[in-house]
């Protein structure tokens, strides 16, 4: 997809080292220190995880053998967190609503 500029190999293939080192000299200039080629891997699976993909597929997905590998990868956030724990009480809030209401009702009304 990108070839290289460069008088020893203009027109071949970047390599993946290459590529690493033109996208760390953007990051660089852009005054984003902490940016790199595998920053985005790290981005990738931790948005697979907001997005309510399970360990073990994220995991399957990156080419990893054990999860607590996978884990070193996804950074959700206190956010991110929160938002889940919210989703999940609403859920279990609306379930005890619905089983409360089906006590309170009875089934044998003539």
Request: charged share 20%; hydrophobic share 40%; glycine share 6%.
């Amino acid at each position: 997809m990108f070839l290289s500029e460069s008088r020893r190999n203009h027109g071949q293939p970047l390599s993946l080292w290459t590529w690493s080192k033109v996208v760390r000299r953007l990051a660089l200039a852009a005054g984003v220190d902490r940016f790199s080629t595998h920053t985005t891997r790290h981005l990738c699976l931790t948005d697979l995880a907001r997005m309510g993909w399970e360990l073990h597929a994220i995991a399957s997905f990156a080419g990893h053998r054990h999860t607590d590998t996978t884990l070193q990868y996804v950074h959700l956030s206190g956010r991110d967190l929160a938002e889940k724990l919210k989703s999940g009480m609403d859920h279990i809030h609306a379930w005890r609503v619905r089983m409360l209401a089906a006590v309170d009702t009875p089934n044998d009304a003539a």
